[in-house]
């Protein structure tokens, strides 16, 4: 059994919801030594997420930040606003997103569905770098 970890540093994004299945791939060029595991990857940001969603159709990033900015405006009453605006909704989204994932591994290869993609789902409006951990498990 293999355990690899490692530590990614992603550039800063806009604001919205960017597929990253490259830049995390290119980062684990030991996933393909591994015939069945497990690759977990987490954010260390209380406002960004990940997800995992279409990608194909480039309206998908767009309807996701639409439909997210309705859930979470940034015109809500919040208390806490010492970060600007956009923090607040930004910290609803990720805890309503998620800051992990875990996708099978089969002969060298993520388990994702033909139109599936990783996703960094950033909220804030002027966000740095993210930083993720991938780690992977498997024989």
């Known amino acids: 059994m293999a355990w690899i970890q490692k530590q990614i540093r992603l550039p800063a994004l ?16 030991e996933l393909s030594q591994i015939n069945v595991g497990i690759m977990h990857v987490f954010i260390m940001h209380t406002s960004a997420s990940l997800s995992i969603n279409e ?43 998620g800051n992990s994932l875990s996708i099978p591994i089969s002969r060298g290869q993520l388990c994702l569905g033909t139109w ?20 992977i498990q498997g024989e």
């Open 14 to 29: 806009r604001r919205g919801f960017h597929i990253i299945t490259r830049e995390v791939l290119s980062e684990v060029p």
């Open 55 to 97: 990608n194909a159709d480039p309206d998908v990033p767009v309807d996701l930040e639409m439909a997210f900015n309705r859930i979470a405006p940034e015109s809500l009453p919040y208390v806490h606003t010492c970060e600007g605006p956009d923090d607040m909704p930004a910290h609803v989204k990720a805890s309503m997103i």
């Open 116 to 135: 599936q993609g990783i996703y960094l789902c950033e909220h804030r409006n002027h966000a740095g770098g993210r930083r993720l951990v991938v780690t």
